[in-house]
């Protein structure tokens, strides 16, 4: 495919969030900018979109019947540290 230079504006500090984002990912902000745009093209935004890992894991639990997975947070972190004051 062939590629295109394209110049932005944007907030000074976001422009260095963004770096610093894509440093931490060991990626470009010009290859995030890609990624984000391609979701959104695709119909799913781009918080909606599951990573293949959790796409795998997505189905493997199965809650007990009446009981919601809040609840089970709950009584597992209560009896970890301890009821809340």
């Known amino acids: 495919m062939r590629r295109t230079k394209l110049t932005l504006s944007a907030d000074s500090a976001l422009v260095e969030a963004?770096?610093?984002?894509?440093?931490a990912r060991g990626t470009s902000v010009s290859s995030m900018f890609s990624r984000f745009l391609h979701s959104l093209l695709e119909g799913a935004g781009p918080d909606l979109r599951s990573g293949p890992l959790t796409r795998k894991a997505s189905g493997l639990v199965r809650l007990p019947p009446g009981r919601t997975d809040r609840e089970l947070l709950e009584e597992a972190l209560t009896a970890k540290h301890g009821p809340r004051r």
């Open 18 to 23: 963004a770096k610093k984002l894509a440093a």
